[in-house]
C-alpha cells in the first residue's frame, strides 16, 4: 500500500506504534485519575490495589475489542454499528464484574456481591468503554478518509499528467505529416539536397520532442530552441520569404511553460501568413515577465482572424489551437488567458511596414500565465480542472489499489 508523506501522517507514520502509544498513555491516565479519585475520597491506600486491577482489566478488554474492530470496520454500516454495540456491551459486562469483584475482594472483604450486584460499575465502564470506541473508530475513520483523498489526488494528478502527454504527443504527427509531405514534394521535383536538409532537420526536432521535458514543463529557452529547430525545417521551403525575430529577456528564458506550447502557433504563423502571400510574412515571438507573470506573444503579419486565417470561421481540423487551450487549463485551470487579436500595433508589424510591404492586419496570440522559474516545485493542477470521472476510474484501475488500513 502507497504510503501518505509523513509531513501529512505525523504521529501517525507509524500507525502500530500510535495506538499503543495512545493505549498506554490512556490507561495510564484512567488510572492516575481513579486512584487520585479514591484518595481524595478518602478511600485510602488500599484502593490502589483494585484500581490496578481495574486499569489491567480495562487495558486487556479494549485490546481484544480492538481486534473485533479491525474485522468490522469495512463491513457495512448496519453491520458495524450493530456489532459494535454487541461488543461494547459485552465488555461492559465482563469489565463491571470484574471492577466489582477486585472491589469487593481488595477493598470491602466483608462485602460478597451476588447476581446482579456485578453490574453495579455498569453505567461507567460504559461510558469508558463508549469513549474508547468513539475514540479508535474517529482515528481510524479519519486516517482511511485522509488516506483515501490523498490516494484519490494522486490518481487525479496521475490522469491529468496523462492526459497533458496524449494533448503533448498529438502535436508531433500534426507537425509529422505536414513535414513530410513537404519533403515529399521536394523529393517529387527533384530537389533531393533540400530533401535531404528537410529530413536532418526533422530528426533533430522529433529528437527534441522525444527526449525533451517528460514533467510536460519546458523552460522558455528551451521552447525557443525547439522553435528555431522547427523554423530551421520551413525556411528550407520558404526562404526569404519567411522573417523572423525573437525578442525573449534574460529573465524570461528561465521561466517554465507547457512544452512545445508555442510551436502550433508559430506554426498557424507560417500556414496563414506566410504560405499565402507572395512576399511573405514577418512573424515575431517574444517572452517578458510582468509582476510574476509570464507573458508570451506570438505575432505575425498575416490576413488575421477570419477568413484566410486561423480564426473562427476557419475551416480545418481546429487541433492546434485547442490542444493549447485544453493544455493550458489542465496546467493552469483559470489563472492564465489565452488570447487571439489583430496585431496592428505588433512589432513584426511595423517592420513588414518601414519596408514598405502590403500587409494584412496580422495575427497576435497572447498567453498570459503565472511564472514559474525552472528548479520550483511544478504547480499543482488547478482545483477547477476536474478529471473526468472516466479516466479517474480507469486509472484507478490500472493502480490496483488496496484498502487503507486503520490504527490497530
Same mark, same amino acid.
Given at each position: 500500500m502507497a504510503s501518505l508523506p509523513l509531513d501529512r501522517r505525523g504521529f501517525f507514520a507509524d500507525r502500530n506504534r500510535a495506538f499503543w502509544t495512545l493505549q498506554i498513555a490512556g490507561?495510564?491516565?484512567?488510572?492516575?485519575? &481513579?486512584?487520585?479519585?479514591?484518595?481524595?475520597?478518602? +478511600?485510602?491506600?488500599?484502593?490502589?490495589?483494585p484500581a490496578i486491577l481495574v486499569t489491567i482489566t480495562g487495558f486487556s478488554i479494549t485490546l481484544l475489542m480492538a481486534a473485533a474492530y479491525r474485522r468490522i470496520i469495512r463491513m457495512k454500516p448496519v453491520w458495524v454499528w450493530s456489532l459494535t454495540l454487541l461488543i461494547v456491551m459485552a465488555g461492559a459486562i465482563l469489565f463491571s464484574t470484574i471492577e466489582v469483584w477486585a472491589?469487593?475482594?481488595f477493598y470491602r472483604p466483608d462485602w460478597r456481591p451476588v447476581g446482579v450486584e456485578f453490574l453495579g460499575a455498569i453505567l461507567l465502564t460504559l461510558a469508558v468503554l463508549g469513549a474508547w470506541t468513539a475514540l479508535y473508530f474517529g482515528i481510524n475513520y479519519y486516517l482511511m478518509l485522509d488516506e483515501q483523498a490523498e490516494r484519490f489526488a494522486r490518481l487525479e494528478s496521475q490522469a491529468s499528467r496523462a492526459q497533458l502527454e496524449m494533448l503533448r504527443y498529438q502535436l508531433n504527427p500534426h507537425f509529422l505529416f505536414n513535414t513530410?509531405?513537404?519533403?515529399?514534394?521536394l523529393v517529387l521535383v527533384g530537389d533531393t539536397e533540400k530533401a535531404n536538409a528537410m529530413l536532418s532537420r526533422l530528426s533533430?526536432?522529433? @529528437?527534441?520532442?522525444?527526449?525533451?521535458? @517528460?514533467?510536460?514543463?519546458?523552460?522558455?529557452?528551451?521552447?525557443?530552441?525547439?522553435? &528555431?529547430?522547427?523554423?530551421?525545417?520551413?525556411?528550407?521551403?520558404?526562404?526569404? #520569404? +519567411? @522573417?523572423?525575430?525573437?525578442?525573449?529577456?534574460?529573465?524570461?528564458?528561465?521561466? #517554465?511553460?507547457?512544452? /512545445? /506550447?508555442?510551436?502550433?502557433?508559430?506554426?498557424?504563423?507560417?500556414?496563414?501568413?506566410?504560405?499565402?502571400?507572395?512576399d511573405g510574412a514577418d512573424i515575431l515571438i517574444s517572452a517578458r515577465i510582468e509582476r510574476g507573470r509570464l507573458l508570451v506573444e506570438v505575432a505575425d503579419t498575416g490576413p488575421g482572424l477570419g477568413p484566410g486565417g486561423p480564426g473562427p470561421s476557419h475551416v480545418g481540423t481546429g487541433l492546434g489551437l485547442d490542444n493549447i487551450r485544453e493544455r493550458l487549463h489542465q496546467v493552469y485551470g483559470a489563472d492564465h488567458r489565452?488570447? %487571439?487579436?489583430?496585431?496592428?500595433?505588433?512589432?513584426?508589424?511595423?517592420?513588414?511596414?518601414?519596408?514598405?510591404?502590403? %500587409?494584412?492586419?496580422? /495575427? @497576435?496570440?497572447?498567453?498570459?500565465?503565472?511564472?514559474? /522559474?525552472?528548479g520550483e516545485p511544478e504547480l499543482a493542477t488547478s482545483p477547477t480542472s476536474k478529471t473526468p470521472s472516466s479516466n479517474l476510474a480507469a486509472t484507478a484501475a490500472v493502480a490496483g489499489l488496496r484498502e487503507p488500513r486503520e490504527v490497530a
Open positions: 490507561w495510564s491516565g484512567y488510572f492516575l485519575l &481513579r486512584t487520585l479519585g479514591g484518595l481524595a475520597n478518602a +478511600m485510602g491506600v488500599a484502593f490502589i490495589l472491589h469487593a475482594t513530410l509531405n513537404s519533403i515529399s514534394t533533430s526536432f522529433l @529528437r527534441y520532442t522525444l527526449v525533451g521535458e @517528460r514533467a510536460g514543463l519546458a523552460t522558455v529557452a528551451q521552447e525557443v530552441e525547439a522553435l &528555431r529547430l522547427y523554423l530551421e525545417i520551413e525556411r528550407i521551403r520558404f526562404g526569404e #520569404r +519567411m @522573417r523572423v525575430a525573437f525578442d525573449v529577456t534574460p529573465e524570461a528564458e528561465a521561466a #517554465r511553460l507547457p512544452s /512545445l /506550447l508555442l510551436q502550433p502557433l508559430v506554426e498557424n504563423a507560417v500556414k496563414y501568413a506566410v504560405t499565402p502571400q507572395e489565452f488570447e %487571439l487579436a489583430p496585431a496592428l500595433g505588433s512589432e513584426a508589424v511595423q517592420a513588414a511596414a518601414a519596408r514598405g510591404q502590403a %500587409l494584412g492586419p496580422g /495575427l @497576435r496570440v497572447t498567453i498570459d500565465v503565472p511564472c514559474q /522559474l525552472a
